[in-house]
């Protein structure tokens, strides 16, 4: 894990030079390596960045690793949003010099653990994203979180949209875009607190729809 003061020093120095980086770009479905790819000159200040993630649905596990340019902000990201059927553990790694590889980030380890929290849960193909269905947090995913997609492959542009839960880390990111040939995606997080309940063994989801649905507009 790179320290602050190194990614600060690195920048510094590439700065001065006043040469961008130059990344390989890949991306790996199903896999959790991929060096081959084209080289692509960065925007000044970005370093080369690896993102991986591991998506559990239906007791099934799948990898995704995307290499390229990014934010330095993203550098050393870990963390988890949980959704519908499916919880995804996601961390970014990065490197400061031309056409580097950076390892594997570390992944947060799963949890069954719930915390307290309740969010709204759904999936659609708007940017709203409204339903009557709530989820229960576990772990560190205290934060109610909206992500919105953009996918783009010629025309036209597709949307998908999720709520549920997620980690502050994963808020923080903020937003994300992953490129390779024609195909673009742009990944927007939006986060709010959630609702805090004692669990005494009733069901309290029509009590609190209401509140959450609230709760998403702050």
Known sequence: MASPWIVLCV???LAGKGLPLRCTQCMALGLSSCTEGPTVTCTPGHVCTSLYQQTTMDGKTGEFLYRSCGPPS????????????KNIRMGVSCCFTDNCSSPLPPLPPPSTRRNGRVCQMC??????????????????????????????????????SFRGCSTRSICEIGNQNMSIGILSMESTYLCSGGAIIAYGGLDFSAVLLPVLLLLQNY
């Open 11 to 13: 920048l510094s120095a």
């Open 74 to 85: 993203h550098c050393d990201k870990t963390g988890s949003f949980t959704t519908m059927n």
């Open 123 to 160: 999936s659609d193909t708007n940017e709203a994203c409204t339903g009557t269905k709530t989820i229960d947090c576990v772990g560190n995913e205290r934060k109610c979180l909206l992500q919105v997609t953009r996918i783009q492959e010629g025309s036209p542009e597709n949307v998908e």
